[in-house]
């Protein structure tokens, strides 16, 4: 089973920038979709981003279209989520999943269900 690692989590001011990594370890990304997902305190998780490894296609949730960025490093094995304009409202602890995917389309990426490994989750904070 594939162990994802994020990093890169911290407190930045409102309109900064911050870039989260998912690392993996046992398995490769070849063929899996990986997303970003957020919870902030009191809340539901929430789909961020994700990204097909093989066929590189992207996806963003409304809120963050524009401002978040996210993208794939086959030597490092890693996605990244570059995170530009960041608002208070983004404040939230961000975990990476992954779930293996052959056609490489990201139709239902949104859904929690559909992923079989997830990372402990990086704090990111925004003050106002």
């Known amino acids: 089973q594939v162990r994802l690692v994020e990093s890169g989590g911290g407190l930045v001011q409102a309109g900064g920038s911050l870039r989260l990594s998912c690392a993996a370890s046992?398995?490769?990304?070849?063929?899996?979709?990986v997303s970003w997902f957020r919870q902030a305190p009191g809340q539901e998780r929430e789909p961020v981003a994700a990204i097909s490894w093989s066929a590189g296609s992207t996806d963003y949730a409304d809120s963050v279209k524009g401002r978040f960025t996210i993208s794939r490093d086959n030597a490092k094995n890693t996605v990244s989520l570059q995170m530009n304009s960041l608002k208070a409202e983004d404040t939230a602890v961000y975990s990476c999943a992954a779930v293996p995917r052959l056609s490489g389309r990201l139709g239902g990426w949104q859904e929690r269900s559909m992923y079989e490994a997830w990372g402990q989750g990086t704090q990111v904070t925004v003050s106002s």
């Open positions: 046992g398995r490769t990304f070849t063929f899996y979709v």
